[in-house]
């Protein structure tokens, strides 16, 4: 088949979806984030003014009163791979968790983590890994909430 793509692997597969800034929520998961926390607003994965379903109206109000404190960023990590759901942190202060991550080498890897926005540019490290650092790394897509410096908590 000349036409046939090549195969890739499954960690492939999730490094280039962390790359592209997009999650991949699981069971334990699902119900943790809001749309706009996942960045999804700017996939095109919410639509603000049509359709109808479960969340609306609190997924609007977010939308348009602008009080979104934190939101998805791509990060760099030494080690082994954080667990989903392990917290992300400023010294002792829990700023976020992780959503996905993958290793890229031996001893590497990327995550998505959900993150406070006054706290990204801090220094970051994992709960049970505060020796390792992690890095932000850019996103195929702009986040103007992630500039603004909301003030609202959610």
Request: hydrophobic fraction near 40%; aromatic fraction near 6%.
């Amino acid at each position: 088949m000349p036409d046939a793509l090549p195969a890739i692997t499954e960690q492939d597969w999730a490094l280039s979806d962390i790359a592209a800034g997009v999650p991949n929520l699981t069971p334990d998961t699902v119900e943790a984030y809001v749309p706009q926390m996942l960045n999804l607003q700017h996939l095109q994965g919410v639509h603000f003014k049509k359709g109808c379903y479960t969340g609306q109206e609190v997924i609007a109000r977010m939308h348009f009163l602008g009080q979104l404190k934190k939101s998805l960023y791509r990060l760099s990590f030494k080690g082994q791979e954080p667990v989903i759901g392990t917290r992300v942190m400023v010294g002792d202060r829990a700023v976020g968790e992780v959503v996905n991550a993958t290793m890229a080498g031996p001893d590497s890897g990327q995550c998505l983590a959900v993150l406070r926005h006054d706290s990204a540019t801090a220094t970051l490290s994992l709960e049970n890994a505060p020796d390792a650092t992690l890095t932000l790394l850019p996103l195929p897509y702009t986040v103007p909430e992630q500039t603004r410096g909301d003030s609202a908590d959610t």
